[in-house]
């Protein structure tokens, strides 16, 4: 249970969990996705930087994760198994799941919110009742940018732990305006490899 989810009074769209780092964060969602599992459910790990798909690679061969890279629509579906990929490469298969238990979870958002929007609308719109969360950490770029430190300090305050994670409402909020703000400054995106890399690359700083 999140730090703050019994304030929790309705659900968005999505639901954000957030943690201290993101290594913590690969830990909530691979736990998560053994979880689906264990309720017949088929998880889908998504991102959207090269070096995050690296990062859940690395992750999941140390840790012995039973999982497959959905590098093309070709590779059969196999049961008991955690699939990832990139987010703009799984769209296909997302789409012939749609009668498939699907839970999607994903690391990190993108920093443009109407990018990553059009890609939410495909997903719900083939899969209506999956649920989709995102798993992200207070030492990424974009928190880094608009004041994580200060929100850690807070945090580390009000007694939070080193493996707990915030979910609320009103966090997924915050972070969504921080979002809208990125992309008010950015007029032609230049793509990345990270996510530091694309804040640089599209000057984007705090103001």
């Known amino acids: 249970m ?14 954000d969990r957030v943690w201290r780092t993101a290594d913590k964060a690969l830990r909530g969602i691979i736990t998560d996705a053994m979880l689906a599992i264990t309720r017949k459910q088929v998880p889908v790990v998504l991102c959207f930087f090269e070096d995050e798909f690296t990062q859940i690679t690395q992750f999941l061969t140390e840790k012995g994760v039973p999982a497959v890279a959905l590098k093309n629509f070709k590779t059969e579906k196999q049961a008991g198994v955690v699939w990832f990929a990139p987010a703009l490469a799984a769209q296909e298969f997302i789409t012939a799941m749609a ?13 443009l919110p109407s990018k990553e929007n059009a890609l939410l609308q495909k997903i719900q719109a083939s899969i209506p009742a999956a649920p989709i969360t995102f798993y992200s950490s ?10 994580g ?20 409402r009103m966090v997924t909020a915050s972070m969504k305006r921080a979002r809208e703000k990125v992309e008010s400054m950015v007029r032609n995106e230049i793509p990345a490899t990270s996510e530091a890399e694309w804040f640089s690359k599209n000057n984007v700083k705090a103001k």
């Open 99 to 111: 009668n498939e238990p699907v839970t999607i979870l994903f690391f990190g958002h993108y920093p």
């Open 138 to 147: 207070f030492d990424e770029p974009a928190f880094k940018i608009f004041g």
């Open 2 to 15: 999140g730090l703050f989810s019994f304030l929790t009074s309705s659900k968005p769209a999505y639901t």
């Open 149 to 168: 430190e200060r929100l850690t300090r807070l945090l580390d305050n009000m007694g939070m732990k080193e493996d707990e994670a915030i979910e609320h």
